[in-house]
T-cell receptor, first 115, second 117 residues
Framework: NAGVTQTPKFQVLKTGQSMTLQCAQD?????MSWYRQDPGMGLRLIHY???????DQGEVPNGYNVSRSTTEDFPLRLLSAAPSQTSVYFC??????????????FGPGTRLTVT | AQTVTQSQPEMSVQEAETVTLSCTYD???????LFWYKQPPSRQMILVIR??????QNATENRFSVNFQKAAKSFSLKISDSQLGDAAMYFC??????????????FGKGTKLSVKP
């Protein structure tokens, strides 16, 4: 199994540009989520999904859009990038809808810089 | 709302010594899960240890153990016989299956651990 994969690993955008961060998992996990990590802030939840066709907002959803058309894929869209979205983005997945003692499996992260 | 607090932004330990990282949390739930994640310079998030709140026995994983005090809402991580490879950012995280936050991890801000040879 490849686990949780994310592309790209690094990205530089100009203010106002749009882009999609890709996330895929091959473990048949129902629950997937996106976090952003900023210095001194820990990881904060952006959006999450408990299954195909179901998404919901996390703590910091503004400026981001998600969809979940398949179990495997959970892309994160930045509609109009802003410097405040400069961060490291992590995708994660968990079996069994996210409940129980199951750990979250994290992707390697995407470092995004918005100039 | 649940919160997780790590009061030590940075810690340092001598190789082969023991170090304890602190974590406190706030919740009104009685059933939940607690985790410690390690993030080395590679940026990869690695699960170190987990604890179910209904279990009174403290979890252990080789050199890593926790001191779980449910009444005090405290969940500290002890690293014994510290090794150079333990140098990393450590995050405490909380999760409950209730209150509409199914599966969502709440993280503390992290503690950066350095290990001196």
């Amino acid at each position: 199994n490849a686990g949780v994969t994310q592309t790209p690993k690094f990205q530089v955008l100009k203010t106002g540009q749009s882009m999609t961060l890709q996330c895929a998992q091959d473990m048949n996990h129902e629950y997937m989520s996106w976090y952003r990590q900023d210095p001194g802030m820990g990881l904060r939840l952006i959006h999450y999904s408990v299954g195909a066709g179901i998404t919901d907002q996390g703590e910091v959803p503004n400026g981001y859009n998600v969809s979940r058309s398949t179990t495997e894929d959970f892309p994160l869209r930045l509609l109009s990038a802003a410097p405040s979205q400069t961060s490291v983005y992590f995708c994660a997945s968990t079996p069994s809808g996210g409940t129980g003692t199951y750990e979250q499996y994290f992707g390697p992260g995407t470092r995004l810089t918005v100039t | 709302a649940q919160t997780v607090t790590q009061s030590q932004p940075e810690m340092s330990v001598q190789e082969a010594e023991t170090v304890t990282l602190s974590c406190t949390y706030d919740t009104s739930e009685s059933d939940y899960y607690l985790f410690w994640y390690k993030q080395p310079p590679s940026r990869q998030m690695i699960l170190v240890i987990r604890q179910e709140a209904y279990k009174q026995q403290n979890a252990t994983e080789n050199r890593f153990s926790v001191n779980f005090q449910k009444a005090a809402k405290s969940f500290s991580l002890k690293i014994s016989d510290s090794q150079l490879g333990d140098a990393a950012m450590y995050f405490c995280a909380y999760r409950t299956d209730y209150g509409g936050s199914q599966g969502n991890l709440i993280f503390g801000k992290g503690t950066k651990l350095s290990v001196k040879p």
